[in-house]
């Protein structure tokens, strides 16, 4: 079946420019996370939405970032005035209440 | 925060030869997991291991949990080209929560 997708797959944009990637998770799954990965290292967990419940948002670096999700769909992260330290890839994953999660191809973000 | 430490950060081995890769992490947890990085994108889940359980095995991959020290490993025998890749540990302290990932190792397998 059709996995994690997200789009763009790469972005460029310059510094002070708003960004929107988006991520469709798997049909039937009910939780949805956004993480970030810095060249090199580990991945930055960001937000997460599980069902109806409110987003846990203890991930967002800034009030620049924030996320959207309809229902058990799509979702959409949201960059304001990007700045070049956003520059990463950001990876989405979905998972049916269970623990193994489910990644998508990530969008790589580049703020010039 | 990054909670799991992977050991080392990088290890080149010759087609065949076992690789072995370790995780250390800080709190207590419900279960640990390993996935695989190929080019800096998507991540592929491989094994999963619960707090209660000491060793698990799956295909040539194995990993074994030691809570007392709060470690991990995995073990891929009989390393092939396609193993190249990096992996990450990752910790969750519950059921459906956000995964807190280490840096991971950089495994090179040469043909």
């Known amino acids: 079946g059709a996995g994690v997708s997200q789009s763009p797959s790469n972005k460029v944009t310059e510094k002070g420019k708003d960004v929107e990637l988006r991520c469709d998770p798997i049909s039937g799954h009910t939780a949805l996370y956004w993480y970030r990965q810095r060249l090199g290292q580990g991945l930055e967990f960001l937000i997460y939405?599980?069902?109806?419940?409110?987003?846990?948002k203890s991930g967002l670096p800034s009030d620049r970032f924030s996320a959207e999700r309809t229902g058990e769909s799509v979702s959409t992260l949201t960059i304001q005035r990007t700045q070049q330290e956003d520059s990463a890839v950001y990876l989405c994953a979905s998972t049916p209440n269970s623990y193994e999660q489910y990644f998508g191809p990530g969008t790589r973000l580049t703020v010039t | 925060s990054q909670q799991g430490e992977e050991d080392p950060q990088a290890l080149s081995i010759q087609e065949g030869e076992n690789a072995t890769m370790n995780c250390s992490y800080k709190t207590s947890i419900n279960n640990l997991q390993w996935y695989r990085q190929n080019s800096g994108r998507g991540l592929v889940h491989l094994i999963l291991i619960r707090s209660n359980e000491r060793e698990k095995h799956s295909g040539r991959l194995r990993v074994t949990l030691d809570t007392s020290k709060k470690s991990s490993s995995l073990l891929i025998t009989a390393s092939r080209a396609a193993d190249t890749a990096s992996y990450f540990c990752?910790?969750?302290?519950?059921?459906?929560?956000?995964?807190?990932f280490g840096k991971g190792t950089r495994l090179s397998v040469i043909a």
């Open positions: 939405f599980q069902g109806n419940s409110a987003p846990d």
């Open positions: 990752a910790t969750a302290n519950s059921g459906n929560t956000p995964l807190v």
